[in-house]
């Protein structure tokens, strides 16, 4: 198949989120003998560095920008014509008008099917398409997203606003662009749950998790800034507790902040010897402030985060708000690490996959169940391994790339009739 795919993010380096799954989705295509032209939408400017790794798992990569001020633009445009800020946001005169210089090519006029990521780039998908289907990966139901936003104690009041604003406009989108396309897909059950409950078609929302790819760093040597396992004197080395992510997402900042004031007093008033390290990205300096480099580590961006959590005696999922599936707690227990987390967190996965992991909401509950994985290691790290077992047997991009292949055949199969 000649696929065109379009995209609000630049899917490289793949360490999470949206990167992750659209770049594993790329390569799985992609070994499979299919032809790719990837049509990207970024915020970051320095993205654009990453153009030269994906033209080895693309026939074309197409860059553009969106500037903050594009954004602000777009947003007061989005108000004024009642809709979404996720999806005005994301107008871009200079994208569509690449697209509909695209569909005049030689690479256009071959293009056989449309994969849309994320419901922001639905429009693009068919302004100025000539007929081709379109599949849309939803991946996560923000309808429900901006509903726990809006619900949610806490949350700035500017971001309840917005969510507000978005939950009333999202609950319309989500479905007619459903019922548009071809085919959509989610990233969970109970993504998908709330899509049909919505009112969207229920023959027209399947399901795709996220796989559990283990690379390189599965091997990677202990971190700098986590304490030796095993001092010279041959005392057990001081317990780590981690908690991996894009630091500069506000779910993960949020749940980090927590964590920090709330529950990590208590969990070194039970472990005085507890280190804890927050790995990834973009921490903001309200977050940055904590790192002591003593009892607090906060790295920012990291090359490989899998020995990060491979060289943790803990790993923690401290979201109070939480969508589809969280890769930081599927890694953590195919990694076979004990992990530790809100139900928020937890919601993706299905009633015999949670008895793996320690669900705990509140900080005094929180901080006793990380508390006790620290204190009793052993049978931490049994039900951990016996959580990898069921993470790498059911969730495989091989199988989740298999299972979008077969969507998007069923698709140019319905074009042509």
Not at 69 to 83: A, E, R, S, T, Y
Not at 124 to 146: I, M, R, S, W
Not at 148 to 168: Q, S
Not at 337 to 361: E, H, N
Request: charged content about 25%.
């Amino acid at each position: 198949m000649n696929i065109l795919v379009l995209t609000p993010v630049v899917p490289y380096p793949p360490h999470d989120g949206d990167k992750l799954r659209l770049f594993h989705f790329l390569t799985q295509l992609k070994s499979r003998g299919h032809k790719i032209d990837l049509f990207c939408l970024t915020r970051v400017e320095s993205d654009f560095r990453y153009a030269t790794d994906l033209w080895k798992i693309c026939r074309s990569v197409h860059l553009h920008r969106l500037t903050n001020l594009d954004l602000f633009f777009n947003l007061i445009g989005g108000v004024m014509l009642g809709q979404s800020l996720n999806v005005s946001g994301y107008f871009s005169p200079d994208l569509r008008e690449s697209l509909k210089a695209f569909w005049q090519t030689d690479n256009g006029k071959s293009i056989e099917v449309v994969l849309a990521h994320r419901l922001r780039m639905a429009p693009a998908a068919f302004e100025h398409n000539p007929g081709k289907p379109v599949v849309l990966d939803l991946t996560d139901c923000l309808t429900a997203y901006t509903e726990l936003l809006r619900e949610r104690p806490g949350v700035p009041f500017t971001r309840k606003i917005a969510a507000g604003w978005d939950y009333w406009f999202l609950r319309k989108e989500e479905v007619e662009w459903t019922e548009r396309v071809f085919q959509s897909f989610i990233i969970s059950e109970p993504d998908a749950q709330a899509l049909r409950e919505l009112g969207a078609p229920p023959e027209k929302v399947s399901i795709i998790p996220n796989g559990v790819g283990l690379g390189s760093g599965v091997k990677g040597k202990r971190p700098d800034g986590y304490p030796e396992k095993r001092p010279p004197d041959g005392t057990r080395g001081r317990p780590v507790v981690c908690f991996v992510g894009n630091m500069g997402y506000a779910p993960n900042e949020e749940g980090a902040l927590w964590f920090l004031n709330e529950v990590w007093p208590r969990v070194k008033a039970a472990v005085p010897q507890a280190l804890f390290a927050a790995v990834g990205g973009q921490p903001r300096s309200v977050l940055k402030k904590f790192h002591d480099g003593k009892d607090v580590v906060v790295t920012g961006w990291v090359p490989e985060i899998e020995p990060y959590v491979i060289h943790a005696d803990v790993s923690i999922a401290p979201l109070r708000i939480a969508a589809g599936m969280q890769n930081k707690v599927a890694l953590s227990l195919a990694l076979g690490v004990p992990t530790v987390t809100t139900s928020s967190a937890a919601g993706w996965m299905p009633p015999q996959g949670r008895k793996f992991v320690q669900i705990a909401d509140g900080e005094e509950l929180f901080a006793a169940k990380v508390a006790e994985a620290l204190l009793k290691p052993r049978p931490a790290k049994a039900l951990a391994l016996r959580g990898k077992k069921f993470i790498l047997k059911n969730y495989r991009w091989a199988e989740s790339g298999k299972k979008l292949e077969d969507i998007l055949k069923r698709a140019v199969h319905a074009g042509k009739l």
